[in-house]
């Protein structure tokens, strides 16, 4: 049985795009340009922390949208299942109310990644909660929270891309001061 290639994190960009991020991997020049990007890590590591860090964010952009029940990091996601995080919504009937149960769980890697890569995919998965496709008015929802959420998702990709090639975490155990 053959070994599965790793994910194209990079697949739907143009060509020359992805070809450029190889050969910053190859030439072992991305590292240093995200870090020299993207040099801190955020302080959001515990459960409780990233549960008021989304509300925040929800208070500040869809104040009028449904409740959180729940907001964790998932150490069960794996960025290799494509999977960076995740959004449900549980209906159930209690009596004669229906109730729903809104989660976001949020992949155990991003404890330790700049906050901007923290802040798109809190904004990725917040967006779910009006919009369930990635749709255009889905992006343009991401845009509305988080108005570098394209480039901020690009370079997520390419680090990622970067990880996949055999790469060394970049930002593990270090601590913004």
């Given at each position: 049985m053959q070994p599965k290639p790793p994910p194209n994190y990079l697949a739907g960009y143009p060509a020359a795009l992805t070809e450029q991020v190889q050969h910053l991997i190859a030439q072992g020049l991305l590292a240093d340009m995200l870090l020299k990007k993207y040099?801190?890590?955020?302080?959001?590591?515990?459960?409780?922390?990233?549960?008021?860090?989304?509300l925040e964010c929800k208070a500040r952009h869809l104040r009028n949208a449904g409740q959180l029940s729940r907001v964790a990091y998932d150490s069960k996601l794996h960025v290799i299942h494509n999977a960076l995080g995740t959004h449900s919504r549980i209906s159930?009937?209690?009596?004669?109310?229906?109730?729903?149960?809104?989660?976001?769980?949020?992949?155990?890697?991003?404890?330790?990644m700049p906050p901007e890569f923290l802040r798109m995919i809190v904004v990725h998965e917040l967006a779910h909660i009006k919009e369930r496709e990635h749709n255009k008015a889905f992006y343009q929802l991401?845009?509305?929270?988080?108005?570098?959420?394209?480039?901020?998702?690009?370079?997520?990709?390419?680090?990622?891309s970067y990880l996949a090639a055999g790469g060394t975490p970049l930002w593990s155990g270090t601590q913004e001061e």
């Open positions: 040099p801190h890590t955020h302080e959001v590591r515990t459960d409780k922390a990233l549960y008021d860090y989304v159930r009937v209690q009596g004669a109310n229906l109730k729903t149960s809104r989660e976001i769980k949020i992949a155990a890697v991003f404890k330790e991401c845009l509305h929270m988080e108005p570098d959420y394209h480039q901020l998702e690009f370079d997520l990709r390419a680090y990622l």
